[in-house]
């Protein structure tokens, strides 16, 4: 199993892969305004987020969109093709480097296209969970009107197993 160092002075480093820029914006202000001596930095796409997995300092936790492009959009650039389950190559990646790190999905979609049908929450969840349980500790569903995704968001931190601030 590889381990990593925590940044200087015991921060938490989270790493959030997203590609929806409002929602990257949404999830870090709210982390920022609840848990301010954590840092967050962003993975915009399948191969910058493994990019950033293994640079160092490693995150101690990765907050992963299930659907991803699989380059960085850019103003050139159309960020390849689109991957309903980028969050899963993210995620078999880890599990082949052997890097442990407690991952939270966080997904604004309530179901994803699989063949000729749709898969719900409850049924990507139990894929995930058993797929990779040592390391995927919960699916939020996102909504940027509603904001019962942050109560989840901040359960599913506080009971990560990462050190964090004293509430």
Known sequence: MLRHQQPKGGIVLILLIEDDAFKAKRICAFLQEKFPSHKT??????????????????????????????FDVGPRETGGRPQNFGGISILDHMLRKKLHLPVVVITQFESFPKGN????????????ANRFSGIFKGLIYYSSRETHWEADLTNLLNNSGVKREAS
């Open 117 to 128: 049908q749709e898969v719900g929450l409850d049924d990507v969840r139990g894929d995930l």
């Open 41 to 70: 930095i962003i993975g915009r796409s399948v191969s910058a987020g493994l990019s950033r997995l293994f640079d160092a300092p490693a995150p101690d936790i990765v907050l992963l969109d299930m659907s991803l492009s699989t």
